[in-house]
């Protein structure tokens, strides 16, 4: 039980930080915390695939479907001709039950980006107990997206192929128009599950309605552009890597490790990688406008780098030719002091510059008559 309990809450007993030693930038912020949570993303990893169980069943049933009508094509000629019309079928009926999966998969993304979120800034979560509440306060929102999820996906697929018929069978400034509404569809899909990377986090972060966690995810999506196709793409990069491989190469072991990275921390870091990209937008943009919401938790202060700057160990009336030697001040202060033009020491110098005033006499002055100083 103990074995457990460390693989998923952590190593017990370590120091604290010190504010020194936070986390100055998102990049710090975020390899720090993947390092610190690596072994818990692989549990993370292992429960949202529970979830997603009923999506990887149908995702494999149709590629199973579709090598066999592929396998049988190549020995017969009839079916040749009609391959991508039979192809484009039963990838509409394979998308059509994907859009329930994704439902259920939907809800236990709710679960476990709770989990991501706090990890990915500095903040304790508590195991199960946190994805079950999680759960149970989104899941209706986690579901409805989820569905919207596989609906797009098989609305932009028939549109693509729609399109991309009517180029082929179009010349002209026709065929040009349905090219670009080809790649329309494209952009659209892509922007959708871009989304997904601001739209989770916000829904177990907020309370808002799902058609405003919708536009806010849009506008955060489309207002940084370049940063969300830089991250989604780092968040992609276990499948361009191992897919790459095996079409340059042929090597089959590189789909063999894509299985393997997906089911023991792809999906993971996928989230983790979403949450600390949200977090940094939602800092920016929306915590500032609400009152009492926190701010960059889990890096440094920027008023700790202020005083850290302003903080000046030399004093301020320093001798010419001072070094920090150590002395009884600490280090910083130069013990024995020393003229800078030779080296005896000045310190009766100072001693005599230190020397109190002298007391006052305790009898009235007199005056020059003898008469009393009034």
């Not at 993370?44 to 579709?66: D, E, G, K, R, S």
Request: aromatic content about 12%; some cysteine; proline content about 5%.
């Amino acid at each position: 039980m103990g074995f457990f309990q460390r693989f998923y809450y952590g190593k017990a007993g370590q120091a604290d930080f010190n504010p020194e030693d936070l986390p100055k930038n998102r990049r710090e912020l975020f390899l720090s915390m993947f390092k610190i949570r690596f072994s818990g993303l692989i549990t993370q990893n292992l429960i949202y695939l529970v979830f997603c169980i009923p999506a990887i069943a149908v995702c494999w049933i149709t590629f199973l479907v579709l090598m066999s009508l592929a396998s049988e094509a190549m020995n017969d000629a009839t079916l040749n001709a009609t391959l991508a019309q039979q192809i484009f079928s039963y990838l509409n009926v394979g998308m059509l039950a994907l859009v329930p999966c994704l439902g259920i998969a939907g809800i236990g993304a709710t679960g476990t980006m709770y989990i991501l979120r706090n990890w990915a800034r500095d903040q304790h979560a508590f195991g199960l107990s946190d994805i079950k509440d999680s759960i149970k306060a989104n899941w209706k929102q986690g579901l409805v997206f989820g569905l919207l999820n596989g609906l797009v996906t098989l609305v932009c697929y028939v549109g693509w192929y729609f399109y991309r018929q009517q180029s082929a069978a179009t010349s002209g400034f026709g065929g040009i128009m349905f090219t670009v509404l080809q790649g329309l569809m494209l952009v659209v899909l892509c922007v959708w599950w871009m989304m997904n990377m601001i739209a989770y986090p916000m829904m177990i972060t907020y309370d808002l309605k799902l058609r405003t966690i919708l536009r806010n995810s849009l506008i955060l999506i489309v207002g940084r552009l370049p940063q969300s196709v830089g991250i989604w793409l780092l968040s992609l990069a276990p499948t361009i890597i191992c897919f790459g491989v095996y079409i340059l190469t042929g090597i089959s072991w590189a789909i063999l490790a894509w299985i393997v990275i997906y089911a023991l921390i792809g999906f993971s870091f996928s989230g983790f990688l979403y949450a600390s990209y949200a977090n940094a937008l939602f800092d920016k943009y929306m915590n500032p406008r609400i009152e009492g919401a926190p701010v960059n938790m889990g890096l440094r202060s920027s008023e700790y780098d202020e005083d850290e700057a302003d903080d000046d160990d030399t004093p301020v009336n320093a001798q010419p030719g001072y070094r920090p030697t150590p002395g009884p001040g600490g280090v910083g202060e130069a013990w024995p002091p020393r003229r800078p033009d030779d080296s005896s020491s000045w310190l009766d110098a100072q001693a005599e510059r230190n020397i109190d005033p002298k007391p006052a006499d305790d009898k009235p002055n007199e005056t020059s008559d003898g008469g009393d100083n009034k």
